[in-house]
């Protein structure tokens, strides 16, 4: 092929493009089950909170079978989470690079992505999405239970069931902020939400925003603080 090829009508081959896995079938399926669960549990518990929002029960079947069906959302949700919990904890530990990428969250920002450090699986933003999340949800299923008469009510007494019911709805407010952030992250970096459909990046996407990651991978060493890289996990 000349240098010029495409300007004289041949094909330019520029062969397969490389890709990464990323997420094992497994990890996806987990994923999206938790996903859909803080979904359902966010609209069942919605319609439960505000009386202008009842009208959302009738997705459940109505109101007094929205409230039996919305703590077991939750018992999904938390093992839901456990899994990924377990699959992901090494990769979401706090490393040196992640102080240097939060101290310099304006170049994330505006994509200046040369002045960022390399970071490895996960980047501080995530990170801090993860430990959230898994703090909101203990906070969520522990005030839950304490609410859930039809198994609990011989346990717990009024005045635990009131502070119960205030913390379970400041831990939903602040879950669903985080969901917020998570979902649009996820789709403001271009490439990514592929990641979880998929499970495999671009080698131009894992280079571009989790170099580190994508070294360990090429290399095959493996960081001996934990969170080191298996191709997919
Ligand atoms: C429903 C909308 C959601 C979308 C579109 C979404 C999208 C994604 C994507 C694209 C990734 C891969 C990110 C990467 O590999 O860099 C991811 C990872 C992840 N997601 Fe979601 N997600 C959603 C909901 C949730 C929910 C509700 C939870 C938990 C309650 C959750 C927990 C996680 C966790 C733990 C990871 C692994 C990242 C880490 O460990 O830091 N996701 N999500």
């Given at each position: 092929m000349s240098k010029d090829g495409a300007k004289t009508g041949e094909q330019v081959h520029l062969g397969d493009p490389v890709t990464v896995d990323r997420y094992t079938a497994g990890a996806r399926i987990n994923h999206w089950i938790t996903a859909a669960s803080l979904v359902l549990l966010a609209i069942s518990g919605l319609s439960l909170f505000h009386p202008q929002l009842f009208f959302l029960t009738a997705l459940f079947g109505g109101g007094e079978n929205t409230r039996a069906i919305h703590p077991w959302i939750g018992v999904v949700l938390f093992f839901g989470f456990l899994g990924l919990f377990l699959r992901f904890w090494k990769a979401n530990l706090w490393k040196r690079e992640d102080g240097t990428w939060m101290a310099r969250l304006r170049d994330v920002l505006t994509a200046h992505d040369e002045r960022l450090p390399e970071v490895g699986k996960y980047n501080a933003g995530q990170k801090m999405v993860f430990w959230l999340m898994s703090v909101l949800i203990i906070i969520l299923i522990g005030s839950g239970l304490v609410l859930?008469?039809?198994?609990?009510a011989q346990y717990t007494s009024v005045e635990q069931k009131r502070a119960a019911v205030l913390i379970h709805a400041l831990a939903a407010i602040v879950i669903i902020c985080v969901w917020i952030v998570h979902v649009y992250a996820a789709i403001w970096v271009?490439?990514?939400v592929r990641a979880m459909i998929k499970g495999s990046v671009t080698g131009g996407w894992a280079w571009r925003h989790h170099r580190k990651w994508l070294k360990e991978l090429v290399t095959?060493?493996?960081?001996?603080?934990?969170g080191g890289a298996k191709p997919a996990e």
């Amino acid at each position: 092929m000349s240098k010029d090829g495409a300007k004289t009508g041949e094909q330019v081959h520029l062969g397969d493009p490389v890709t990464v896995d990323r997420y094992t079938a497994g990890a996806r399926i987990n994923h999206w089950i938790t996903a859909a669960s803080l979904v359902l549990l966010a609209i069942s518990g919605l319609s439960l909170f505000h009386p202008q929002l009842f009208f959302l029960t009738a997705l459940f079947g109505g109101g007094e079978n929205t409230r039996a069906i919305h703590p077991w959302i939750g018992v999904v949700l938390f093992f839901g989470f456990l899994g990924l919990f377990l699959r992901f904890w090494k990769a979401n530990l706090w490393k040196r690079e992640d102080g240097t990428w939060m101290a310099r969250l304006r170049d994330v920002l505006t994509a200046h992505d040369e002045r960022l450090p390399e970071v490895g699986k996960y980047n501080a933003g995530q990170k801090m999405v993860f430990w959230l999340m898994s703090v909101l949800i203990i906070i969520l299923i522990g005030s839950g239970l304490v609410l859930w008469d039809e198994y609990f009510a011989q346990y717990t007494s009024v005045e635990q069931k009131r502070a119960a019911v205030l913390i379970h709805a400041l831990a939903a407010i602040v879950i669903i902020c985080v969901w917020i952030v998570h979902v649009y992250a996820a789709i403001w970096v271009r490439g990514t939400v592929r990641a979880m459909i998929k499970g495999s990046v671009t080698g131009g996407w894992a280079w571009r925003h989790h170099r580190k990651w994508l070294k360990e991978l090429v290399t095959g060493k493996h960081d001996d603080r934990g969170g080191g890289a298996k191709p997919a996990e």
